[in-house]
């Protein structure tokens, strides 16, 4: 049966279809629908962990017991995750492991630009890179077979083009998920020193006899068109190579990025007379055929930096690019701004009002970072907040204190913020941490949490109590507000500031995207008394804008939230 299927769908299908028994994964573009996907199916257990270590080690835990199993992330996530994988490369496997990671080239919606496979390399772990859904599809279902034949883990990388664009998909057997026998092997599965020292040498043999599979094997694969021109190159940017010069160059295709083959290589380029290297990110298989003693043109024409695209390839190659279509006329800019009625916008303008430092993290608060709110000092990664607001103020000092706050939401918090504010509490310094609880996993598109009482298929589940987790954790103050009410939003800032010692404020209010939300009516300017003094103006909410002079609300995006109202001194919104 052929389908039409986006790449992570693609993938979600290759695993169950390869026997899976169970997934566990944390949400994060352009990952998130893998899981998504996976957790349609029935027959599997389905789970979203608090964060990509935690989902790892579950995986794990499932190979240990003779389940096929899988995570998934995005590329920060595999960061968190490195802790458990470095050690599941000297473990091996009982069941099948795969762990997907999706990297992100241009940065849609991360905070940096990591190429995933430094991590295959540095864990010695094999990882395959499929170039369409197709692939997508094989390479899932065939990881399972590659990981238990070769006792390992298998990264399976994904980027943001592959995982989210469609191409056609023909879904082969299903595999049903069987359990493996289970028995206790110390030697092979507890990594104390005087155990992991032996598996070494395990490892290294592994990535020998993965090295030798490479150099023939499904994932690499050659097409000979020409001996002028040869390029190796792997993932989407084949797609771009073979759309820019179709059959008029010699391509060798990576599908496995780690190991990666050396004979086929060597022979490959003794075949045409100049070799290009075509990778997006870093000179991962440049550096490798550089230093087999063959030379490339690698990265001196092809950037480390974005996506590459048709246009850029053919660019670089001195080929003529192809017309684009442009507007007549220029089209404003559109910068990202959080939703209309979002629950964060009124916290951020206390927070913006009243100069405060705010150390800010991942996730559509991050908003809160661009005009006219400009609200955020600082974003760094998942949980850096609460813990970089302590280090602000014990550099800075008490004046610090009481002026600085960490910005967090409640899926974050659950996911790494907990032992920042341990630290806090136990170290002891004044500092103010806000959990803005809109109840979801708003960025990556409504995914449940421990902290929203609903799993992942929409279950009840148990449900974490921030504030009695925040006092269980060391903080004597926390307190409950309303993000939509300005003064007491103030207030409770104000107040918590001033106090000596760490406190912790719950912005509370569900996402308004939330299709259990109701809505109020939308507010309306009454224009002969409206002043034109712009101050609504300075929430940044996209429902308000200026039309003849006077302000003017969009019935079709306002919620009714009334935060702007509470702004206007002239009793003009209603």
Not at 80 to 100: E, H, K
Request: glycine share 8%.
């Amino acid at each position: 049966m052929k389908q039409l299927m986006i790449g992570n769908q693609a993938v979600a299908a290759g695993l169950y279809d390869g026997g899976l028994g169970l997934v566990s994964s944390y949400p994060g573009t352009p990952s998130t629908e893998i899981t998504e996907f996976l957790a349609k199916y029935e027959d599997i257990h389905s789970e979203w962990a608090p964060n990509e270590k935690v989902a790892c080690e579950v995986a794990f835990g499932a190979s240990l017991a003779g389940a096929r199993s899988a995570c998934a992330m995005k590329h920060v996530g595999l960061n968190v995750a490195a802790d458990p994988l470095f050690t599941l490369s000297y473990t091996g496997v009982n069941g099948g492991m795969v762990i997907c990671v999706a990297d992100d080239p241009a940065m849609h919606s991360s905070q940096n630009e990591q190429d995933s496979r430094h991590y295959a390399i540095a864990s010695k772990v094999p990882m395959l890179e499929p170039a369409d859904s197709a692939e997508a599809y094989a390479f899932a279902k065939s990881a399972f077979e590659l990981s238990e034949k070769y006792d390992t883990p298998v990264l399976l990388r994904m980027c943001t083009r592959i995982a989210h664009s469609q191409s056609v998909v023909e879904l082969g057997e299903h595999i049903p998920a069987v359990l493996k026998d289970y028995a206790k092997d110390p030697a092979k599965y507890i990594m104390m020193p005087g155990n992991a020292i032996k598996r070494h040498p395990v490892v290294e043999a592994r990535t020998a006899a993965l090295t030798e599979l490479a150099e023939d094997c499904v994932y690499n694969t050659v097409e000979m068109h020409s001996d002028e021109v040869g390029i190796i190159t792997s993932g989407c940017s084949y797609l771009y190579v073979k759309e820019v010069l179709g059959d008029s160059a010699s391509i060798l295709k990576i599908g496995m990025p780690n190991p990666l083959p050396v004979q086929l290589i060597k022979d490959f380029a003794a075949k045409v007379k100049k070799l290009y290297v075509i990778e997006e990110l870093d000179p991962i298989i440049e550096t490798h055929v550089r230093a087999l003693g063959i030379d490339c043109v690698g990265k001196e024409l092809f950037s480390p930096l974005g996506e590459f695209s048709q246009q850029t390839i053919a660019a670089a190659l001195g080929m003529a690019t192809r017309a684009c279509v442009t507007a007549d006329s220029p089209i404003p800019n559109r910068p990202p701004m959080m939703c209309a009625g979002c629950p964060h916008r009124g916290m951020f303008y206390v927070l913006a009002k009243k100069k405060i430092t705010v150390m800010g993290d991942i996730g559509c608060y991050t908003l809160g970072a661009v005009p006219p709110l400009s609200a955020l000092d600082s974003t760094l990664c998942m949980g850096a907040s609460v813990s970089g607001l302590h280090g602000f103020n014990v550099a800075r000092g008490a004046d610090a204190e009481g002026k600085s706050v960490a910005v967090i939401g409640d899926s974050t918090f659950m996911h790494s913020g907990m032992t920042g504010l341990v630290n806090v509490a136990y170290n002891a310094t004044n500092s103010t941490v806000i959990i803005l609880d809109n109840s979801i996993t708003g960025m990556t598109g409504h995914q449940q949490n421990p902290t929203t009482g609903y799993n992942i298929k929409g279950d009840p589940a148990a449900k974490v109590d921030l504030e009695a987790l925040c006092h269980a954790l060391g903080i004597n103050r926390v307190r409950v507000v309303d993000p939509y009410d300005l003064k007491a939003c103030e207030t409770a800032v104000m107040e918590e500031l001033a106090a000596e010692e760490p406190s912790v404020i719950i912005s509370r209010r569900p996402c308004v995207l939330l299709k259990s939300v109701k809505h109020e009516a939308p507010l309306k300017v009454e224009a002969d008394k409206c002043r034109s003094c712009k101050r609504c103006m300075g929430l940044g909410c996209p429902a308000i804008s200026m039309k003849d002079g006077k302000a003017h609300i969009d019935a079709t995006l306002c919620v009714g939230c009334g935060v702007c109202k509470q702004l206007c001194a002239f009793d003009a919104i209603v």
